[in-house]
């Protein structure tokens, strides 16, 4: 697949800075432009097209990760979210690296949707990743997705291989990824990675509803409701049976 990335410029949706949610400390959070996945429950659709947003020179991004270094102190630093970050890999890969000369921390946030020898690179210019696991089935994930989760799980053992830190995410969305045989078979397929340092578990909201109706998209999840306090109890109290740190953001 081609990437619409042109020689040292990242295609962007969006900048967060003093972000607290994208990995640890205070971060500098890049939402880039383009993904392949359709989850029913994007709250970022307007980041589908992989030739919109515009492009930033990583010069520029870097210049402002630097500015920011006194806030990032010792935990904080750059994520790259999106969209998927893995559709314009190789750029991220310099940007990483011109990152890392400057002693900044790098993040991934990734739906893992590819793994290659350009993303194995990426990955290890990547401190940590934030893998995002749309559901263990892979009948659910095409359901939930339009895509196989297949490489997901592979781009988790590649990781897993390279003994570097990466952080789980799940949403949580009543009726389509709440099952508790699933949330199970979650559990089991990584409890015996060493390299998950934990999973976050992000309950189904609407917030991203209106952008759909504004591009014209059909919104499948209109009727479906955020998760109760209970539901997400369960699924936390499930996901504590194997992972050493589960958290609800
Ligand atoms: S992977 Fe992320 S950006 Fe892509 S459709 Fe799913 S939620 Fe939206």
Not at 94 to 119: P, Q, W, Y
Not at 159 to 166: D, I, L, V, Y
Not at 188 to 214: R, S
Request: aromatic share 8%; charged share 30%; net charge neutral.
């Amino acid at each position: 697949m081609s990437t619409t990335t042109i020689n040292n410029q990242l295609r962007i949706h969006s900048i967060e800075s003093f972000g607290t949610h994208d990995g640890p400390g205070i971060r500098l959070v890049i939402f880039v432009q383009g993904c392949e996945f359709r989850c029913l429950y994007c709250q970022n659709p307007d980041t589908f097209d992989l030739k919109g947003g515009k492009l930033m020179d990583l010069d520029e991004i870097v210049k402002r990760a630097v500015n920011m270094k006194p806030y990032f102190k010792k935990e904080g630093g750059v994520t790259i979210s999106g969209g998927e970050p893995l559709l314009q890999r190789k750029v991220l890969s310099e940007l990483f690296k011109k990152l890392h000369a400057e002693n900044i921390h790098t993040c991934l946030d990734s739906n893992g949707r590819l793994l290659n020898d350009e993303v194995k690179s990426l990955l290890n210019e990547t401190d940590l990743i934030l893998l995002d696991i749309k559901h263990i089935n892979n009948e659910w994930h095409k359901k939930l997705t339009g895509l196989d989760n297949i490489s997901t799980l592979k781009l988790a053992d590649y990781r897993e291989s390279t003994q570097k830190p990466m952080w789980l995410r799940y949403v949580l969305v009543p009726g389509w990824s709440d099952q508790e045989e699933f949330l199970h078979e979650l559990g089991q397929h990584f409890k015996d990675y060493k390299t998950i340092e934990k999973i976050e578990i992000q309950p189904y909201h609407k917030l991203g509803v209106h952008k759909w109706e504004k591009l014209g998209l059909k919104y499948e999840l209109e009727s479906t409701l955020p998760p109760s306090k209970e539901e997400i109890e369960k699924a936390k109290k499930i996901f504590s049976q194997y992972f050493k740190e589960v958290k609800v953001n």
